[in-house]
């Protein structure tokens, strides 16, 4: 998967950048995750070897090259975006046999996955902000659809939701992003 510029990155870059004026609150930034972002979710998942990775929020595909960078050969990856723009831009750019690409809304996730190799993946990572309204449901539903040893990376600046269902084992702080943001690896809860 290149990761240099070109000019369809560009173009997306730009395409996602226009889009947010158009729903602020679902993208929660004008810019596209930063490089820091997505190569600490790259290490992060090499260091757990997931095969099976559900994405969530992924937009026009900026952290999908990097998660799939980190799948073997015979992984499967299973992205979610809820936006039709940003999901045609997603099915433009991502090419890659492993990638199975849903148009939907996080908070579906049990229906969207049930049957599927996806249920109970080794890992979920999510850059859905957990300020949209619903966020508490999403944090809900992602609990009940994993199994306690699957990994769950999520990017948001709050993350109040999270806490009633799992424990934050790590969290970085992106100094460098617009907003800055904060990326926090999670596992199920394992005590109240
Ligand atoms: C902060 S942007 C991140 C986009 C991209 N993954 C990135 O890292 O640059 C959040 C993404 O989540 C999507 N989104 C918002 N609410 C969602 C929901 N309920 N279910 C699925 N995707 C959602 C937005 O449309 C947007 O693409």
Redesign the pocket.
């Known amino acids: 998967m290149g990761k240099g510029l070109s000019w369809k990155r560009i173009r997306d870059s730009l395409f996602?950048f226009g889009?947010f004026f158009k729903?602020p609150y679902?993208?929660?930034?004008p810019?596209?995750?930063s490089p820091k972002?997505?190569r600490l979710t790259g290490e992060e998942l090499r260091q757990h070897q997931p095969s099976r990775v559900i994405?969530?929020?992924?937009?026009?595909?900026?952290?999908?090259g990097e998660i799939l960078d980190s799948l073997p050969s015979d992984g499967q990856l299973l992205c979610?975006?809820?936006?039709t723009p940003?999901f045609e831009r997603l099915q433009q750019r991502i090419n890659d046999p492993r990638a199975q690409l849903l148009q939907?809304?996080?908070?579906?996730l049990r229906e969207l996955i049930k049957g599927t190799p996806f249920e109970k993946p080794d890992a979920v990572v999510?850059?859905?902000?957990l300020t949209?309204p619903?966020s508490d449901e999403?944090c809900r539903v992602i609990s009940e659809e994993v199994r306690p040893d699957t990994l769950y990376v999520q990017?948001t600046i709050n993350n109040t939701p999270m806490k009633p269902y799992f424990d934050i084992l790590r969290t970085y702080r992106i100094r460098w992003n617009l907003p800055p943001e904060k990326l926090h690896v999670a596992q199920l809860k394992t005590k109240d």
Do not use: D, R
């Open positions: 996602f889009y729903n679902g993208l929660s930034t810019m596209e995750s972002i997505t994405e969530l929020g992924a937009g026009v595909g900026t952290v999908t979610i975006e809820k936006e940003l939907g809304e996080g908070q579906n999510s850059t859905v902000p949209i619903g999403l990017l």
